[in-house]
């Protein structure tokens, strides 16, 4: 049998015509990971292409294609499937989007996977090896991943990536931010793969570096406790994410410290605490975010943080006062992105039931495009402001300011990362155009607001005074800005 593996890419992700650089890119685990599941008994072929670092060569003689989407990829996805249906191929689709809508994803695809595919996928390509091909796959992981097979890093290319060593010891996560994919596509799933699996895949790795790709590893203490204490002796040098729930316990950040601990990606999302609050992510505490922030560098860690725009509570000063923010506590690498309503979340609902998405066209769902109506300004302010932001703290000034605060061991890798996103931020513009309404689309969330607005039988909430403006004014009948 032969296999052949897709991950397309975004605009802004793209391999040459996008604007994410080789030193930020560090290669995803979905397609090795996939490619490691193929049963023995198969004998099978497999290759897999990354958009992220290559184009994508459709010429290629295989049984079956998996493709791989995340929502923002979603429609390339969907058009490279209708393609190589056309000629004849087996199309299955699987991933993050296909999890949140896999009705929409089964009219592009011959199967779609549900979910987490360490059952299903083998089991799938079984079912083709006999001519059984079912149109819908999904078997449920439960909480431990042990005997998960290490991903076959073999068939990436290398030398396009700033590490290959990417690694999962968990997966999933215990809290449910309104507006995070996670616990739409992944409810209740927080697994963890048996600490002396994860120790032996790192020791397979060259080099000393790791990057652990898990969104929450640090939620079952005890857990992240041990997997530190385990790697003390491999002396990696490793990067990951985090909540700020690791600064709240001196034993396990010092484990981390330990354990070889540079870098970590932290979701502030917000400096307004009412908004943590309001999004379910209230177990972030934003004054105390400085604190944080002090306590990794005194360990010898610097911090990505991630901040987003346009939630309810956010005015037109919030991207000033969070770039300001960022100076002062000395944020190794900001990241900006705008909330996201993506499909199936709270956030999506929510604003679906107040008709404040402007279109569903999935390509702008990437985080960096403004989509919905937000509530204290337009939304070709929120575009400016995020952009703005952006630039602003990728200015040389304010890299020079930030970078003032961070360990001197390991200030060479953060210079390095700020060079690559004072890229990203200066060329993000290019990207973005302007904001994109659908009429149509609009048209129907009108008639959906106004069905559940006449459903719950309320008063006028400002979610439908907020449709009325937008519908009613004439900038976005015209397709103008304001
Ligand atoms: C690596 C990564 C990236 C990489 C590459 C992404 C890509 N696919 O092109 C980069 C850095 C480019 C990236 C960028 C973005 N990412 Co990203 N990224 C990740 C990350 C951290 C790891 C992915 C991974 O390797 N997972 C491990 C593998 C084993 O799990 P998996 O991918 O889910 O695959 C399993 C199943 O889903 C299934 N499966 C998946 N695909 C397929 C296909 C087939 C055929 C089958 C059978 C099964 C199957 O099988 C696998 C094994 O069980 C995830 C978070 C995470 N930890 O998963 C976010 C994540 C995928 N990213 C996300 C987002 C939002 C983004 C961005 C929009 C924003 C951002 N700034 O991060 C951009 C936009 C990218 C674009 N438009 O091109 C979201 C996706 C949400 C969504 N609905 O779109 C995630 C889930 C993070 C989150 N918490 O929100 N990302
Ligand atoms: S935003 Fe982070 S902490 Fe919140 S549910 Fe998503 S992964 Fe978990």
């Known amino acids: 049998m032969k296999i052949q593996l897709l991950s397309p890419a975004g605009e802004i992700h793209r391999n040459q015509s996008g ?35 290559q184009s994508l060569d459709l010429d290629f003689d295989a049984d079956v294609v ?37 009705d929409e994803a089964a009219q ?20 083709v090896a006999q001519g059984q091909l079912k149109p819908r796959y999904f078997t449920p992981t439960g909480r431990s991943l042990a005997g998960v097979p290490i991903a076959r ?17 968990t997966r999933g996560c215990p809290h449910k931010c309104d507006f995070c994919v996670v616990p739409s596509a992944w409810a209740n799933i927080y697994a963890h793969r048996p600490v002396e699996e994860v120790v032996a895949e790192l020791e397979t790795f060259e080099g000393r570096e790791a990057l652990f790709i898990d969104l929450s590893p640090v939620e079952d203490v005890n857990y992240a406790k041990s997997l530190y204490r385990a790697m003390i002796p491999l002396r990696k040098r490793w990067v990951g994410l985090s909540t700020t729930r690791i600064a709240e316990d001196r034993e396990l950040l010092s484990l981390a410290a330990q354990s070889g601990c540079k870098g970590l990606l932290i979701g502030f999302e917000s400096i307004s605490q009412d908004t943590l ?45 969070t770039a300001e923010f960022v100076d002062r506590t000395k944020i190794d690498l900001p990241r900006y992105a705008v909330v996201t309503p993506f499909p199936n979340t709270g956030f999506y609902k929510r604003l679906e039931r107040e ?31 995020l952009e703005w932001t952006w630039r ?7 890299i020079f300011r930030r970078l003032a605060g961070a360990p001197w ?58 449709r009325a403006e937008l519908v009613s004014g004439a900038a976005w009948q015209s397709g103008e800005s304001d």
Request: glycine letters at 8%; charged letters at 20%; proline letters at 4%.
């Open 19 to 53: 604007i994410f650089k080789t030193a930020l890119r560090y290669a995803p685990l979905t397609l090795t990971t996939l490619a490691a599941l193929v049963p023995e008994e198969l004998h099978a072929e497999v290759a897999i292409q990354d958009e992220g670092v």
């Open 66 to 102: 998996g493709i791989t989407a995340i929502t923002g990829t979603a429609l390339r996805a969907y058009g490279i499937a209708d393609q190589l249906r056309a000629r004849g191929h087996i199309v299955v689709i699987g991933g993050p989007h296909a999890t949140l809508l896999p």
């Open 108 to 127: 592009h695809d011959d199967a779609v996977v549900v979910g987490y595919a360490e059952k299903s996928w083998p089991q799938l390509l079984r079912d």
């Open 153 to 169: 890093r073999d068939l990436l290319k290398k030398e396009r990536y700033a590490t290959i060593n990417s690694i999962e010891a």
């Open 277 to 321: 609050n309001e999004t379910h992510k209230g177990f972030h505490a934003a004054p105390e975010y400085a604190e944080v922030v002090k306590k990794l560098h005194d360990h010898g860690i610097g911090i990505q943080g991630c901040f987003v725009f346009g939630f309810d509570n956010d005015d037109e000063h919030v991207f000033e006062r």
């Open 355 to 385: 008709g404040r998405l402007l279109h569903q066209h999935w390509p702008l769902y990437d985080v960096e495009h403004v989509v919905f109506q937000p509530r204290q300004m337009s939304p070709e302010r929120l575009q400016e402001g």
């Open 392 to 398: 602003q703290s990728y200015s040389w000034r304010s």
């Open 409 to 466: 061991s390991i200030l060479p890798l953060w210079v390095s990362l700020n060079f690559g996103y004072r890229y990203y931020a200066l060329h993000l513009h290019e990207k973005t155009g302007t904001i994109l309404r659908d009429p149509e689309f609009m048209k129907q969330a009108q008639a959906r607001a106004e069905r559940s607005f006449a459903l719950t039988g309320g008063g006028r909430t400002c979610g439908t005074a907020g």
